[in-house]
């Protein structure tokens, strides 16, 4: 099969092809196009009713890659190839969910390789439009649950793919040298200190262990809440929910938390004194879910290898003030964990 030439029109175009797909369970689709898109993604708003009379809105993706594929329909329980998912959608336990309830999905679609979703449409804005610490906090709640659906939906089989920390790190150094970066020298002094102990800190941190399917791209632009949190089974919860599951991966649970700890260096205030890594270990343990493994110290590894690399992607965290703060950030953790 082949793949449709990408265009802005692609949703236009193919939308007929998948409302027939879904056995008049999909109405007429609002297509509309996002700048964080890929080119030719297109997503939609649309109404989705049962064969029963039962509805709800839905939000139509397509393309979408494989792993986004795999995880939404994993979680929520339904098949791709699925046309019709109302019988789990519409269970009260779905509430529970901690991303998106699927009512169909596909792999293909007409004559074409291309994946699609057609989830539910969740009110409101993003928690990045709440800026309090309850949203930090029930953001690192939908963690800790992603964790934990996924540990239940799929034992973690992989291995992360390698990271070039040695060549990023070398790239730095240079930039720190030749990009006219502030604080130049100070950056030059504090990579080339890293780079006595890059073997041991690379080693510590390759040999972590490998127990989460991490969801990647955690921050409070990728989390909605419910209109009503699920308080089923007597387990109160937050009613948010992550959504964009492109980037799920197997790692250590750290990488999540850190991942989010890491964007609010140059705006700690904005964290509004939460630390998210032992909020979340402390989450975790609630759950169940293992986290006596040092993590404090695997930490401070992974700090100093962030923020050593930055200067390496001046592009994209160029800014002076993000700058300033991951060098203070390497100045700090360094010492603690150099040997």
């Known amino acids: 099969m082949n793949s449709p030439v990408a265009s802005e029109s692609l949703g236009v175009s193919l939308g007929p092809t998948l409302r027939e797909h879904c056995h008049g369970c999909l109405g007429p689709i609002e297509w509309f196009h996002n700048g964080w898109q890929h080119s030719g993604a297109a997503t939609g708003f649309a109404r989705w009713t049962s064969p029963d ?94 964790h934990d659906h996924t540990a239940r939906a799929r034992p973690v089989d992989e291995q992360p793919k390698p990271h070039e920390w040695e060549a990023l790190i070398d790239k730095a150094r240079h930039a720190a040298r030749d990009s006219g970066i502030a604080e130049s020298q100070r950056w030059n002094e504090a990579i080339k200190r890293v780079q006595r102990f890059q073997g041991s800190l690379i080693s510590r941190w390759e040999h972590r262990k490998i127990n989460t399917w991490c969801h990647g791209d955690l921050h409070p632009g990728n989390a909605l809440r419910r209109a009503e949190p699920y308080a089923g089974a007597g387990i109160p919860r937050r009613g948010v929910v992550l959504i964009d599951l492109a980037l799920v991966h197997p790692g250590h649970w750290l990488e999540d938390a850190l991942y989010l700890e890491r964007l609010f260096w140059a705006r700690t205030d904005l964290l509004f004194g939460v630390k998210p890594v032992s909020y979340l270990a402390q989450l975790r343990r609630q759950r169940g879910l293992s986290t006596n493994d040092g993590y404090a110290e695997l930490a401070m590894v992974r700090r100093v290898l962030m923020a050593a690399c930055v200067p390496a992607f001046l592009e994209h965290e160029g800014h002076p003030r993000y700058q300033k703060a991951a060098l203070e950030q390497l100045e700090k953790a360094l010492p603690q964990v150099a040997k």
């Open 53 to 146: 009379g039962r509805g709800v809105d839905v939000l139509v993706k397509l393309p979408i890659g494989p792993v986004e594929l795999e995880w939404t329909t994993r979680l929520a329980g339904v098949g791709v190839g699925t046309s019709t998912g109302h019988d789990r959608w519409d269970a009260e336990e779905s509430l529970a969910l901690a991303s998106p309830r699927v009512m169909a999905a596909g792999a293909s679609l007409g004559h074409y390789d291309l994946a699609w979703l057609i989830v539910e449409r969740l009110p409101g804005k993003t928690l990045s439009d709440e800026h309090n610490e309850a949203a930090i906090r029930d953001l690192l709640h939908a963690a800790a649950d992603f």
